[in-house]
């Protein structure tokens, strides 16, 4: 089934612990973000790759890096993780003849303590 | 600073009652304005994009429209599978493909 896959569904870290947040689409979109999603603050976006082996700074970058070796690969890494990065992170793709519409995977939960 | 702000923050509707969300932007060029839709546990889907102030567009019991300094999302008649947090984001000419959402409007639509 064609669209966006996430892993891990949820996790549970230690502050100061390093988290690689896995995200993967098969619909060959050029674009891909990175977004997290707090109450109240809606969803922001840290990272974003217009096209393999290109990156871009989003509003909220900080503790967070991202790479994008192929189309398909998109993965978000917090180096040290603290208990402010405690959100839920969706991973989203556009194509870049429809770029107007991204989709968006599932979601994943990540609790830093 | 572009700036994206919706209302109600939460809306609770008996079913068949229409309403209409809010969605009110500041932005320095808007490309674009686009409605999501959120179901609890699940990333946002799309539902429209509009791009121009008198700009239209309906989705079943859904109808965006958009004027220059504000987005309305009308919904008719609702049913209790309307019920959802619904997202509005503005994509800012010049800022590449990124999208700045507002915080969403939680639609309860009660049978």
């Known amino acids: 089934i064609a669209g966006i896959t996430q892993a891990p569904t949820s996790q549970i870290l230690a502050a100061g612990r390093r988290m690689t947040l896995r995200c993967t689409q098969d619909?060959?979109?050029?674009?891909m973000y990175w977004y997290r999603q707090d109450l109240g603050l809606g969803l922001r976006l840290i990272h974003y790759?217009?096209?393999?082996?290109?990156?871009g700074k989003g509003e909220v970058p900080d503790g967070y890096s991202v790479s994008r070796a192929n189309t398909d690969d998109f993965p978000l890494t917090l180096a040290s993780a603290v208990p402010s990065q405690t959100s839920v992170y969706f991973c989203?793709?556009?194509?870049?003849?429809?770029?107007?519409?991204?989709?968006f995977g599932p979601g994943t939960r990540l609790t830093v303590l | 600073e572009d700036q994206v702000t919706q209302s109600p923050e939460a809306l609770r509707l008996q079913e068949g009652e229409s309403s209409s969300l809010n969605c009110s932007y500041t932005v320095s060029g808007l490309r674009g304005l686009f409605w999501y839709r959120q179901d609890p546990g699940k990333g946002p889907e799309f539902l429209f994009t509009?791009?121009?102030a008198g700009e239209e567009k309906e989705k079943e019991r859904l109808k965006a429209t958009l004027t220059k300094k504000e987005s309305f999302l009308h919904i008719t008649a609702p049913k209790p599978e309307d019920s959802a947090t619904y997202l509005c984001?503005?994509?800012?000419?010049?800022?590449?493909?990124?999208?700045?959402f507002g915080s969403g409007t939680q639609l309860t639509v009660l049978p």
């Open positions: 984001a503005v994509q800012v000419s010049g800022s590449a493909r990124q999208l700045t």
């Open positions: 509009l791009y121009s």
């Open positions: 619909m060959r979109h050029n674009a």
């Open positions: 790759s217009n096209t393999a082996g290109t990156t």
């Open positions: 989203a793709s556009s194509d870049s003849s429809r770029e107007d519409e991204q989709f």
